[in-house]
């Protein structure tokens, strides 16, 4: 999956497209343009088989919300509500976008951890951008750390500028992470494999239960999934069921502040 900002008043669309496309490409995620003439749907009519994320009516619409909303369980949970009400094409979840800064301390990663597992418990699909599951800052098209423990950390063996990509990055390099159980790394991979297989991850609804101040909890209708947050500054009670996975350590049986657990 490609990310494009198409503007068809200033670019050929197949110019920009069809090179990704027959690529190989899977699908591409279109930047918020109109597309007055049809001239991007013509392009992406000639590959049915591709997957396109866009505003408008696409297979998936592309939400911020949940970014927007900030990490507090009651704007979250109406942003929830909110995008699943709503209609057109079913929701593809994002936390980052091409705008977004945070920085790279652990009460930082707290909340990216946490909703990596809010978004990927979601009915729908989820974007991960460019290094968001490495825990970097932003999301600038910077290139990726992948190992060593100097910039540019393996991207290249060439001389050059590497000024973009920090020295204090050698904590986040992909080879960091890899064998860290406790990385954000991996549990990006953990999430992402118990999502593809484990068959609690269906139906295309959500049902709320009661949960504490600043918390929320919530059930795939249909199965029998559920995932809770804590966006509170105490622990509180798990709810009810095994669980699968959680973003940080539990305190005992409870679920610390800025924590997710999945539960089944």
Do not use: K
Request: charge should be negative; include cysteine.
């Amino acid at each position: 999956m490609v990310a494009l900002d198409v503007d068809p008043a200033r670019t050929d669309p197949a110019r920009v497209l069809e090179p990704w496309l027959e690529h190989g490409a899977d699908g591409v995620h279109l930047a918020p343009r109109e597309d007055p003439t049809g001239a991007v749907r013509s392009v992406l009519a000639r590959y049915p088989d591709r997957v396109v994320i866009g505003t408008g009516d696409w297979h998936l619409s592309f939400n911020l919300d949940l970014a927007i909303a900030g990490f507090a369980a009651g704007p979250l949970r109406a942003a929830i509500t909110g995008a699943l009400a709503g209609p057109g094409p079913r929701t593809a979840w994002a936390m980052a976008s091409r705008d977004t800064s945070r920085s790279r301390d652990d009460a930082a990663l707290t909340p990216v951890r946490s909703m990596a597992l809010v978004q990927l418990a979601l009915p729908g699909a989820v974007c991960l951008r460019h290094g968001e599951e490495l825990g970097l800052p932003g999301t600038e098209r910077i290139p990726m750390p992948w190992e060593g423990d100097r910039p540019p950390f393996g991207f290249s063996q060439a001389a050059g500028d590497w000024s973009s990509i920090p020295a204090e990055w050698a904590a986040f390099t992909v080879e960091a992470q890899l064998e860290d159980e406790s990385s954000t790394l991996s549990l990006y991979r953990q999430a992402l494999e118990v999502r593809s297989s484990h068959p609690a991850f269906t139906g295309d609804e959500v049902e709320w239960f009661g949960a504490p101040e600043d918390c929320f909890a919530f059930r795939r209708v249909g199965s029998r999934l559920t995932c809770a947050l804590n966006t509170s500054s105490a622990s509180v009670p798990l709810p009810p069921g095994e669980l699968l996975l959680s973003s940080r350590p539990l305190d005992g049986e409870d679920l610390p502040p800025g924590t997710a657990a999945w539960l089944v």
